[in-house]
């Protein structure tokens, strides 16, 4: 609780942090409110967008796309640490290399439940006004995709984490997460096979929010090979611990 109190006491001013968050609801609720007017062969959707139980996996699926904005935050964050010297102040006055580190992991967490109970009544609030079954069965169905976000979230922020550690300027450091999630690392799966690609760190954290109509999709494309939600748990929680011992390893090595 007293790393927590530090670190909001660093967040809670700093209009950065709460514009990006604010872009990250506005930017979600924006393109699940727009899904209402999506036509396919004439038909207008409408309201089948908003059915339960099927409404926690478009939703948490529409929102894994905005979650390198959250690791855009959290890089700022931890680069304004080195620019300001807040780091060395802060070892100056007694706190360890580690605990600077679960600081800003439990920033992560502190964030990634906060967009996941954004997720939880914003759908809510579309589900209970057009869902045709609002039975509580209904509703707790595939809310465990809830769940999978959070997952996702603070892996894809651990991530941007351990690139802010390494590189510490925030533009650099936010060309590389960006690079490396849309970039590098697709180009480095496609030279591998399925079976070994599903397991490389960014695959296995956007399989815990695959695309609801997957099968459909391939069946028009070639086949996408991905671990389960289920099966993304464990793999997903091994590399947020690799992601933290690295963030903790370059911060315990490095000059401050």
Not at 35 to 45: C, G
Not at 135 to 144: E, L, N, R, Y
Not at 149 to 174: D, E, P, T
Request: with cysteine.
């Amino acid at each position: 609780m007293h790393l927590l109190r530090l670190e909001l006491y660093k967040i809670v001013p700093y209009r950065t942090f709460w514009a990006i968050l604010g872009i990250f609801m506005l930017l979600v609720f924006l393109i699940f409110y727009s899904v209402h007017d999506i036509t396919i062969n004439n038909t207008k959707l409408g309201s089948a967008n908003y059915q339960f139980p099927e409404i926690w996996l478009k939703l948490t699926y529409v929102s894994s796309f905005f979650n390198t904005l959250l690791g855009i935050l959290v890089i700022v964050l931890v680069s304004d640490e080195f620019t300001f010297r807040t780091f060395r102040q802060q070892l100056i006055d007694g706190l360890s290399r580690l605990e600077l580190v679960l600081a800003k992991f439990y920033v992560i967490l502190g964030l990634a439940a906060i967009c996941t109970v954004f997720l939880l009544l914003l759908g809510l609030f579309f589900g209970l006004r057009h869902s045709l079954d609002t039975s509580m069965g209904a509703i707790a169905k595939h809310a465990d995709a809830l769940f999978y976000y959070f997952l996702q979230a603070v892996g894809f922020m651990s991530l941007a984490m351990l690139i802010g550690f390494f590189i510490k300027k925030s533009g650099l450091a936010i060309i590389a997460f960006i690079s490396f999630v849309l970039v590098l690392e697709p180009i480095i799966r496609s030279q591998i096979p399925d079976r070994i690609d599903k397991f490389f760190p960014t695959k296995v954290l956007h399989s815990l929010t695959p695309m609801p109509v997957q099968q459909l999709f391939d069946q028009a494309t070639s086949p996408t090979e991905l671990l389960t939600p289920g099966w993304a748990v464990l793999p997903a929680l091994l590399y947020i611990g690799l992601f933290l011992a690295g963030s903790y390893l370059l911060l315990k090595l490095r000059d401050m």
